[in-house]
């Protein structure tokens, strides 16, 4: 695949002629947009994200040219199947000032201290989820693709939310449904829950979205009796919630019910923010856990779209996402990383955090954490019993 730059519509005709019958290895969706680009000094999204990924996966040799795609930008067009048109001339509007008036702020939530105004601050969304709908076509006939800057779960239509000035899986899985996948599990493992995208896709009965996230941390949604009109199976899960717990729930109740959905594509997003090491959760699972997610959700559907998102650790998430590229394309993970991948992670900073003051060794010399398996907490097994009796599984 020949790496390119472009802007996409979801309705130009002979972009779709164009698609491939399938495609032949996972494909990776990047962009140098995100080398450099922070939403501020104060910000937990100043730290580095998916150019470290990038400069990993290069690094260990995993990333050959003809598995990387350019991720395109998004045209306003495209955009506007989801977000209203007076957002995105907002943040159109925001980039060009790099202001917004009251109004504006109040309206739309751009220029907040969780969404601020920066430079690149329609370019950078805007090319997320261009690679997000680029995935949904480019999996037309079947394949696996990552765009590890999308996952961006918490956008709506009309406003920013928790970081997310746009929805890139809302978008991706109206693509995917525009060419042609029909019933879209929609799996979201991030720490926080997938508002915007519950949002999106409450009552639709071809979608199914199951969303494990932590109790009563921001925003506050996606209870356990929050069943979004009946496709929505949400698991708050305590703080300390640990490796084996997650395969428990992945096994009694995510595996099964994506299986007894059938569904025609697969939407994960893997945030990297229920690790141990992530500053803005508390919960403590261990990158093996997603990874496991990751391998265990493939063979479920012939279109596999992974996603990233939450994640505010520059070395958790670069460790975390570069495994992920590893699981999908069956790379044996290292015992310790060679020079070029550790001379990655020594080169990150942490500023102005505790956890970056003195990083333990392993960060820059391993990608796989240690196991963190504990006991199964009863609140898991009953609230998992309840979830899979409101599905009809046995």
Known sequence: MTPRTATISLSDPARTRSVPKALE???????????????????????????????LTRALGWLPATQYQVSPRAKPAALRRWHSAEYIAA?????????????????????????????????????????????????A???????????????????????????????????LRHHGAERIAYVDIDAHHADGVEHGFAGDPDVLMISTHEENLWPKTGL??????????NLPVPRGFNDSEMGYVLEELILPA?????PDAVVLQCGADAVTEDPLAHLDLSNNAHWSVVAALRPLAPRYL???????NPWSIGRLWTGVWAVLNGHQIPERLPPAAEGVLRGLEFKGHRLGRNPPEHWFTTLRDEPRPGPVRD????????????????
Do not use: W
């Not at 992974?306 to 505010?312: I, K």
């Open 224 to 233: 356990l009796d929050d069943d979004a009109g009946g496709n929505a199976l």
């Open 25 to 55: 290895a996972p494909v990776f969706i990047g962009s140098e947009i995100y080398r450099g680009s922070s939403y501020g000094r104060a910000h937990p999204l100043r730290v580095p994200r998916v150019s470290t990924v990038m400069d």
């Open 306 to 312: 992974v996603l990233g998102g939450g994640g505010y």
């Open 141 to 175: 006939h079947g394949g696996v693709i990552y765009n590890p800057a999308g996952g961006t779960h918490h956008g709506m239509p009309d406003r920013a939310n928790g970081f997310c000035y746009l929805n890139d899986p809302v978008l991706a899985m109206l693509s």
């Open 379 to 394: 609140q898991i097994r009953e609230a998992v019993t309840l979830l899979r009796r409101r599905r009809g599984l046995r």
């Open 91 to 139: 943040l159109q509007a925001a980039e060009q000032a790099q202001a917004v008036s009251d109004e504006v702020k109040a309206r739309h939530h751009i220029g907040t201290i969780s969404n601020p105004v920066f430079p690149e601050i329609f370019r950078r969304p805007a090319t997320a989820a261009g690679g997000s709908i680029l995935a949904g076509e480019q999996l």
């Open 258 to 262: 994506v299986a007894d959905f059938a």
